[in-house]
């Protein structure tokens, strides 16, 4: 007796917790296929961590197979799918091509970089989207401390000493607070430093404050936490041209700098503009449960999926991991009651507040509405990060614990390189080589 087939595109926050919730709810009465890129669930608010040498990059990579015992992956981008054959048409990482059928389909497919028409950014500028951009960023602000302290020239330390992060909501946040950190720490590693500049680290962003989206109390906190680190805060300032050497602010200052990082938001993945549905802002509209009009065989969640918020009528929900892990299990939820396995359920849910990691003991949070800094906040943000991980928790905490005690392994391993992490990707999970396997979008 054949079993119906559930194909799951997209393992991030969304896509993982509807594999899951599929596997204990249906035990084995429906095949579960997940399709995905990498054979891991990434963490994504920790990266920042990894990319500042505090964590090891398997500490944010939660194996699927290990954790989804239940779940077959099946590794690969998906190019197309075809509706009216209920296909699903993917590229294997070795170039390969093949085909899913599905008599089910959840599209969890996320978002990529967000890309704005500013010259020169596509060009010069790196996303953190993903793990190959984390490495990158990691080897890229080493490198640039060790040629910098190894020049005679005031003019290029300054340059290669300057690092310019645009966007301030939470993973710019996040990245600029981490990184002043860790060239801290690197400039203390470098004997031949001696009495040169402190490394500098920029913030932009067009909105009026920090962390624009969240609670007014939360951006405070992280502006004085930044602030008082060494962090040149500038709002109501964006990036008018970039270039190989620097990039021109929009009030006509010039930034010495060979270090841009890109983190102004999020677009849905390409893949859901081309299905030919209705889309909102590029995602996928759905009904309050998760189902695409029309085509009752099709699920969508997270940064994909346009979902109403019953909180804020006419609204639709944010791309935040919250609602896309808590959508996930929706949707697993909805598809296995479409199989006749138990009923439907309606999304809806509350902020249960946020959560900034500004690095050491400081933090900026609001659980349950509130507000906290310092470090309880700092306390409550890390426990926060152990009970959402699916796994790792004890080698997250040991990396944590060491960091407290240790100055952290300040080496390029040198296995990513530039040209393989493009701001302009629909996969930035994917380190991309010339003439590979790369999706167009």
């Known amino acids: 007796m054949n079993r119906p087939r559930v194909v799951i595109v997209g393992a991030g926050f969304a896509g993982y917790q509807a594999a899951r919730t599929l596997s204990r709810t249906l035990r084995g009465k429906a095949e579960i296929v997940l399709l995905n890129p990498t054979d891991y669930f990434l963490y994504l608010p920790l990266l920042p961590q990894v990319a500042a040498g505090v964590l090891e990059p398997r500490r944010v990579t939660v194996s699927l197979p290990g954790t989804l015992p239940r779940v077959r992956l099946v590794l690969g981008e998906a190019g197309h799918v075809d509706l009216a054959a209920r296909r699903v048409h993917y590229t294997d990482p070795e170039g390969g091509t093949g085909d899913l059928t599905y008599d089910r389909l959840v599209l969890a497919v996320g978002s990529v970089n967000k890309l704005l028409p500013v010259p020169g950014v596509a060009e010069y500028a790196h996303g953190f989207r993903g793990m190959p951009e984390a490495l990158f960023l990691r080897d890229h602000v080493t490198r640039q401390i060790e040629m910098a302290a190894a020049t005679g020239d005031a003019a290029e330390c300054a340059s290669r000493c300057t690092f310019v992060v645009v966007g301030a909501g939470y993973t710019g946040t996040e990245v600029a607070a981490q990184g002043q950190m860790f060239t801290d720490e690197l400039v203390r590693q470098q004997r031949a430093w ?248």
């Not at 493009?422 to 003439?435: R, Y």
């Open 194 to 441: 001696r009495e040169r500049l402190r490394p500098r680290w920029l913030l932009l962003d067009i909105a009026d404050r920090v962390l624009p989206d969240l609670d007014r109390r939360l951006s405070t906190t992280a502006d004085r936490v930044l602030r008082e680190r060494g962090v040149d805060v500038r709002t109501r300032t964006s990036v008018k041209h970039a270039g190989p050497t620097g990039v021109m602010l929009d009030d006509g200052e010039f930034i010495d700098t060979r270090t841009l990082v890109w983190c102004v938001g999020v677009r849905p993945d390409p893949l859901v503009s081309e299905l030919g549905l209705p889309v909102e802002r590029g995602r996928l509209v759905v009904d309050p449960q998760l189902g695409v009009p029309g085509h009752p065989d099709v699920f969508a969640c997270g940064d994909a999926a346009a979902v109403p918020d019953l909180t804020r009528p006419g609204q639709f929900t944010p791309m935040t991991a919250q609602h896309a892990s808590r959508q996930g299990k929706v949707a697993g939820r909805n598809v296995a009651a479409s199989l006749g396995h138990g009923e439907r359920q309606t999304y809806e849910h509350h902020d249960m507040g946020f959560a900034v990691d500004l690095g050491g003991v400081k933090a900026a949070a609001n659980p349950m509405g509130v507000p906290l800094s310092g470090p309880l906040a700092g306390a409550v943000t890390r426990g926060y990060h152990l009970a959402a991980m699916p796994g790792n928790r004890v080698r997250v905490a040991a990396d944590w614990m060491l960091d407290a005690v240790l100055s952290r392994q300040a080496v390029q391993l040198g296995l990513v390189r530039e040209w393989s992490v493009p701001l302009d990707t629909a996969s930035p999970e994917l380190a991309h080589a010339p003439g590979g396997p790369d999706r167009k979008e």
